[in-house]
Structure formats: structure tokens, C-alpha cells
């Protein structure tokens, strides 16, 4: 592959709602420019970005995939991204290292939820943008209405550059309005604009001259004055605008049919930034403590972040990095300021899809992967040693869907902790963790289709089978009312018997107190080295409470009296002992049974807010507050875990997609007697 200087570099991201065409849209783009001579399709599952076997098995992107495409002297590092929301991390490593981004719109359905959510995200990082409205050959295709929703949604500010001629199956080719001139066909022939078009491109070139001129006072004095701007101050005004975020034009064609592609790495390359364009990126400095501007100089110091992780089937872990700064040459050792180790960098590759091609260096700018590097992991800073820069973290959003996973055999069961390492190491918005009291491992992610495919990996890649449940719910019990209890434990079978004799008093603690244990005992009645044995006996048993096995919290057990026998009392006979009066006592203290309540902040569009608080209202949940912001309501409430387990897909279901929560661990709290029986009568059943 050719080298290019830092101006020539285009990192692009394509982002949208799932099934608007990506990376049938990617694939155009790379047959257009010569670096695949067959045209593949999502539904035969020969596409270059798409080639994971889940990927190709489910029709859908899963995760990012690298496409650099050499076009007119540029190269474009386009990153296709999943459009389904459980995928979410790898959209936002990929906006994380890009420095425009393509918004792809479907013709026949409009702006959609994915839609909005990319637009946010691409908002957040501040980066330019073009919309593609594509599938215009689609039955139902209507640009003008997709437009008049994008305007609707995202402001008058974006503006078409380019029109269709035709729609559905008489879909030929675009009017490109900064020229004035028609193409049509797959081979973008140039041509006039038929005549039944002229008067609407004459209309919407009008508007975009007005928008390109408002853009810098020369040329507002010009339009002004009644001049035609000239092309060259027509494309310096939209270069200038779209770097400024004044205006996002919009592209059309038909990634299938591969109409418009070509037409959007031109724009690509006029329109979005460079390296150097971008915002200025901050490094803090370790060795000074001080805040760094990053210049993207290839002879400055070295500065990169690793922006994803995989497993390759055929050369080990493979990271994929963006150089911010510097340079990073094949066969050298870099420092990993991130976990303070010197990591030793073998060969570097340019990725298109599975495919690798070997480079000497990555230049300020550019994105590549290395193999086999054995300390760093995804978020993580590559620089020199003496100098040692730390680039911002990147952000993933919690987990918000759990599932207890289970191994099938005792040989998974040896295998599962190491498959789960590495697919925690590779996404990081999985999360993995032991749950003590239900001794269960959970595994959390954004939805279930992103649990599916981390089980079906699990057992692909690392062969490993599992299957995944609804984790159990970490109930405890507690006593309600101060008790006493007396338990003599007397055995006589000839030689040494047992007795241990123990009076207990149990008292129920605030919320969150746990367990205490404290003796009283007076004038010898209980040995003192019996008192730890009376100890153990009570912490054992206070494991399984007496209403449904689950263990007891918030009491304070005191052993007060007792007796014992000079021959016959041990260890084992005072432990009983205590383990006996303490289930006693829990028996006469009014056990109850408690739930952990969660605190849940869920935001959602004004029009979804009455169905979200009727569905919290129907599981047993307190809404605390609700405060509007943008168009949005944040409701804030506490709920109980056992009824918010599947939220994720409720909350999914009633908004459309378009809500979304938050939720941590808040305290425990009793459960109503009704539902208690219910859980007990359960638990007994099981």
C-alpha cells in the first residue's frame, strides 16, 4: 500500500440504524476503488467487513471492521460499525478514533432510532459529518420525505448536495448540485440534468449557495451583490462549514446497486477533516503531571491508544491502535503508560476486514493493528518511554442485562473462567463477576443478542459450552422482634458423651448492620474456650435462614448463660449447641423475608414517560422524581431487583429503543408477606 503524508489521510466512520446498508455501502466504496474486483452482498455472506461466522450466520455487523480504500491520491480509513444496540462498545471505540463520520439513512424507512442514537454520539465526540440517504432503488424509497426528517430531527442544516434522479426501481442516477451536472449509472456517467429535474435542482441549489455563503463575509458580501459564487469558493465554503459543524450535507444513491459511492469518498475527501484538521487532542504528561496539546506531527513523540482487541484465530490477540502522534515502526519496543510495562511491537498490519497486510510504520494519523502484544488491552496508551503521555480513557456503557452462566460439563466448568477473561478483555462493556450468595457467575452485557454471541463465541472459539439463565435473586432474612433462646445438646454414648448447654439472645439491627456476635457470660457457666466454638456454630448457621434457606443479616446474637459438663463438654458439643438455639431463636423472632431494592434513573422521550411509570408502577417500584432535559424525561425511582431483571428488554420494547437506564444496588428492604410465601413455597420446590 502507497504512503501517505498526515493531509492525505481520511479516518471515517459509518454510522446507523441497523439494516440502512453499511457495509453493503462500504463494500461499494472498495469496488469502486479497485481494492476488491467482485461486488459481495450481506445476504450471500461474502462481504469484507462482515466475515465473522456470527456475523455472516445472523445477516447483521457485530463488530467494527477496518476498510482503507486508496482513492485520488487519498486514503480513507473507513470503519464500518454495528447499527443493532447491543453492539454499542464498538460503535463508540470507532467514534472514539475517527475524525468524521458518515451517517447512513435508509431511503424507505427515515430517520430511525439507531438513527438518533449515532447522531448523539457523533455530537458528543464533535466531529463533522455527511449523511448518505441510501437504498433509493428500495420499493417505498422517498428522498424528499427522508430529508424532510433528517431537517426535522437534526436542523435545517443539513443540506443535500446532491439529488436523486428517479426513485424505486427508476432510480438512474444524481444530480450533483455543486456542479449542476447529472450522473447516472454505475459507471457515473456525466451528463445534463433532464429537463423534469431542472427546477427543483435549481431550487436546492439555490438554498445551499445561500447556506455556503452565510458560511464567510467575502462571500455572503458576493451572494449579496447577486454574484454566482465560483466552484472553487463553493467547495472552500462547504469544506468550511462542515469542519465547523454549520452544515452536513447529504449525499444519495444506492449501495447495492453501487450508485453514489464514488461520489461519497469525493465528498469524503473535500468535505471531512484530516488528522490535523480535527480537534486538539489532550495528553496528560505522567513524568511532568501537566496537560499536552497532541500534535499530529509523525516526527513528534510517539502517542497512540488501542481502540479495540480481538482474538484472531490465526495470529493470536490482535490490537488495533490509532496513531495520535509519532510514529510506530515495526520490530520496536514502545512504553504502555497505562500499566507503566514496555511492550515489545513485532509486525504491524494494515486490516481490510480479515485481511492483513504488512506496513514498516503507522504515521501520525493512520490506524493499523499489531500482534501478540502481551500487557495491553483496549483504552490503553502506546508512547515512548521518556516521554510518557496518557491519552483520555475511552468510555463504554454500563451493562444493563445480566444472565447466570452455567457450564454444561465439569470439563467446561475447568475452561469457562479463561473463555470468560478473554471475551471481558475483548469488549469491554461485558462484564463479569461471582455472586456470592447465589454462587452463581454473571455475565452482563447491553441486550441479549450481544449475550448470545459471547456464549456462541465461548464455545467457537475457546470450546466451551454454557448455558444462560435468569440469575437467582440474593435474598437474606432477618428477625423483626428481640428473642431468647436456651439449646442443651446431651449425648451419652458410653466413654466421653457431648453436652454443651448455651442461652442465646438475638436483637434485630438497622438495615445494612449485618452480623454481630458478643457474649455476656458470667461466673464461668460457659468456658471461655468454649465461646468461639458457640461462635462458629452461629456464624455457620446463620448461612440458612428458618423461612427459605436464605442467610440471616442485620441481627446481633449474645451468648449470656449456659452450662457445661467438666468430662463430657468439647468443642463440637458447644457448636451444635449454639447452631441450634440460633435456628430457635430465628423461629420465635418473626422472621421476614428481604430484597435488594435498586435505584434506577431511566430516560426516556416525553411521549413514552406515561407507559414507563404505569409498567414501574405494575413491578412494585417508587418513582422518586422525574425531571425533564432536552426533550426527555429522567425518572429517577427504586424498584426491586426480583422484577427489573429483563428491564432492559421491557424498557426496550415500550420506547421503541429509545429509552435507556441506569440502575445499581441500593439497600435491602422487607418483602410484602404475599410475595414472600410465594418465594418460599418456590424455594421449597426447589
Known amino acids: 500500500m502507497q504512503r501517505y503524508g498526515v493531509e492525505q489521510i481520511r479516518n471515517v466512520v459509518l454510522l446507523s440504524h441497523g439494516g440502512s446498508g453499511k457495509t453493503s455501502l462500504s463494500e461499494a466504496m472498495l469496488f469502486g476503488s479497485g481494492a476488491i474486483t467482485r461486488l459481495g452482498r450481506v445476504d450471500h455472506g461474502n462481504t469484507t467487513s462482515d466475515y465473522d461466522p456470527e456475523e455472516i450466520k445472523r445477516k447483521i455487523s457485530i463488530y467494527l471492521s477496518l476498510i482503507p480504500v486508496e482513492w485520488k491520491g487519498f486514503r480513507v480509513n473507513i470503519i464500518d460499525t454495528p447499527g443493532y444496540a447491543d453492539f454499542l462498545s464498538e460503535v463508540k471505540s470507532a467514534v472514539r478514533v475517527a475524525d468524521g463520520a458518515i451517517i447512513v439513512v435508509c431511503a424507505a424507512s427515515g430517520v430511525e432510532v439507531g438513527t438518533e442514537l449515532v447522531w448523539r454520539y457523533a455530537e458528543e465526540q464533535k466531529i463533522p459529518r455527511l ?50 451536472k447529472a450522473y447516472t449509472g454505475t459507471q457515473w456517467q456525466e451528463g445534463e440534468i433532464p429537463e423534469e429535474f431542472k427546477g427543483r435542482a435549481e431550487e436546492f441549489r439555490e438554498k445551499l449557495v445561500e447556506a455556503v455563503a452565510e458560511t464567510d463575509d467575502e462571500l455572503i458580501a458576493k451572494y449579496l451583490e447577486g454574484e454566482e459564487l465560483t466552484a472553487e469558493e463553493m467547495w472552500r465554503g462547504l469544506r468550511a462549514a462542515t469542519l465547523g459543524g454549520q452544515a452536513v450535507p447529504i449525499l444519495v444513491g444506492s449501495a447495492l446497486e453501487n450508485v453514489g459511492a464514488g461520489r461519497l469518498l469525493d465528498a469524503m475527501c473535500d468535505f471531512l477533516p484530516s488528522p490535523r484538521d480535527g480537534d486538539q487532542i489532550k495528553a496528560i504528561n505522567r513524568a511532568t503531571r501537566e496537560e499536552e496539546t497532541i500534535n499530529p506531527d509523525p516526527t513528534a513523540p510517539l502517542s497512540a491508544v488501542v481502540f479495540k482487541t480481538s482474538a484472531d484465530p490465526y495470529v493470536g490477540k490482535l490490537t488495533y491502535l490509532r496513531v495520535y502522534s509519532g510514529t510506530i515502526h515495526s520490530d520496536s519496543s514502545v512504553w504502555n503508560s497505562t500499566k507503566d510495562r514496555a511492550e515489545r511491537i513485532g509486525q504491524l498490519y494494515v486490516l481490510r476486514g480479515k485481511s492483513q497486510e504488512p506496513v514498516p510504520q503507522l504515521i501520525a494519523g493512520d490506524i493499523g493493528a499489531v500482534a501478540k502484544l502481551a500487557e495491553t488491552s483496549t483504552g490503553d496508551t502506546l508512547c515512548h518511554r521518556d516521554h510518557p503521555l496518557v491519552l483520555p480513557a475511552m468510555e463504554f456503557p454500563s451493562p444493563v442485562l445480566s444472565v447466570a452462566v452455567h457450564p454444561k460439563t465439569k470439563a467446561d466448568l475447568d475452561k469457562m473462567g479463561t473463555a470468560l477473561a478473554r471475551l471481558t478483555e475483548e469488549d469491554l462493556s461485558l462484564k463479569v463477576y461471582r455472586e456470592t450468595d447465589t454462587m452463581e457467575t454473571i455475565l452482563s452485557g447491553m441486550g441479549e443478542a450481544q449475550l448470545e454471541v459471547a456464549a456462541e463465541k465461548m464455545q ?175 425518572i429517577e425511582a427504586q424498584a426491586p431487583m426480583a422484577e427489573v431483571l429483563r428491564y432492559a428488554i421491557d424498557l426496550r420494547s415500550m420506547t421503541q429503543g429509545r429509552g435507556s437506564y441506569q440502575m445499581e444496588f441500593s439497600h435491602y428492604e422487607e418483602v410484602p408477606p404475599h410475595v414472600a410465601q410465594k418465594i418460599s413455597a418456590e424455594r421449597g420446590k426447589a
Not at 437534526?154 to 450533483?176: Q, T
Not at 472459539?461 to 439463565?469: A, I
Request: proline share 6%; charged share 25%; with cysteine.
Open 131 to 180: 449523511i448518505f440517504i441510501n437504498k433509493m432503488d428500495r420499493e417505498n424509497a422517498d428522498f424528499f420525505k427522508t430529508l424532510g426528517e433528517l431537517q426535522a430531527h437534526f436542523e435545517k442544516r443539513c443540506l443535500p448536495i446532491g439529488l436523486p434522479i428517479g426513485a424505486e426501481r427508476d432510480f438512474k442516477g444524481v444530480v450533483d448540485l455543486t456542479q449542476m
Open 460 to 634: 467457537r472459539k475457546f470450546g466451551v459450552d454454557v448455558r444462560m439463565e435468569v440469575p437467582k435473586v440474593p435474598y437474606k432474612e432477618t428477625i423483626t422482634v428481640a428473642t431468647k433462646a436456651e439449646y442443651k445438646h446431651k449425648k451419652q454414648t458410653g466413654g466421653h458423651g457431648q453436652y454443651g448447654h448455651v442461652f442465646l439472645s438475638l436483637e434485630p439491627l438497622p438495615r445494612g448492620q449485618g452480623y454481630e456476635f458478643g457474649d455476656r457470660v458470667v461466673g464461668g457457666v460457659v468456658p471461655k474456650n468454649y465461646i468461639p466454638a458457640v461462635e462458629k456454630g452461629v456464624t455457620e448457621a446463620i448461612n440458612e435462614g428458618v423461612l427459605a434457606s436464605y442467610p440471616v443479616v442485620d441481627i446481633k446474637v449474645t451468648l449470656y448463660d449456659g452450662s457445661y459438663h467438666s468430662v463430657d463438654s468439647s468443642d463440637i458439643s458447644f457448636k451444635i449447641a449454639g447452631a441450634h438455639a440460633l435456628r430457635k431463636g430465628l423461629s420465635q423472632g418473626q422472621p421476614v423475608l428481604l430484597e435488594p431494592i435498586m435505584n434506577m434513573r431511566i430516560t426516556v422521550p416525553e411521549g413514552f414517560t406515561g407507559d414507563v411509570i404505569g409498567d414501574l408502577n405494575s413491578k412494585r417500584a417508587r418513582v422518586q422524581g422525574m425531571n425533564p432535559q432536552d426533550g426527555l424525561n429522567v
